[in-house]
């Protein structure tokens, strides 16, 4: 865990005060188009371009396997590419976007989980929203 972390901040563009958050491999293209994209009501959305690339990055980036505690199931990008032992990844804001819409591209925000800890996840999450 410690060294997934060490790998994680050099790679990170953030700009704290707009929320803005850069994929680190874009081109220089990408980067423009991502801007003026995201100025937009897309970004309130919660899930838009950004996130699906800023999704696939965090996956490769730390090692393909769920962050769960205890867990480490390797998990793979594609629903497609699913099977039983590889799950499909899922990328949870650890707070919310409805709590923290400014964290939604935050990496330190996201957590990478398999398939099942994310249905965990979100049905505990459920349970509690309803108490
Ligand atoms: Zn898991």
């Given at each position: 865990m410690a060294r997934l972390h060490t790998l994680r901040s050099p790679l990170s563009i953030l700009d704290t005060?707009?929320?803005?958050?850069?994929?680190?491999?874009?081109?220089?293209?990408?980067?423009?188009?991502?801007?003026?994209?995201?100025?937009?009501?897309?970004?309130?959305?919660?899930?838009?371009r950004d996130w699906?690339?800023?999704?696939?990055?965090v996956v490769i980036e730390r090692g393909c396997r769920c962050e769960?505690?205890?867990?480490?199931t390797v998990v793979v990008l594609r629903k497609r590419e699913a099977t039983a032992l590889t799950p499909v990844a899922h990328v949870d804001h650890i707070e919310s976007i409805a709590d923290r819409p400014d964290l939604r591209l935050e990496r330190?925000?996201?957590?990478?989980?398999?398939?099942?800890?994310?249905?965990?996840?979100?049905?505990?999450d459920q349970g509690f929203a309803r108490g």
């Open positions: 005060r707009t929320g803005k958050a850069l994929a680190p491999v874009a081109s220089e293209q990408d980067r423009k188009r991502r801007f003026d994209e995201t100025r937009g009501s897309a970004r309130q959305r919660g899930y838009d699906e690339k800023l999704r696939d990055t769960a505690a205890g867990c480490g330190s925000n996201l957590r990478v989980l398999c398939e099942p800890c994310h249905n965990a996840r979100t049905a505990r």
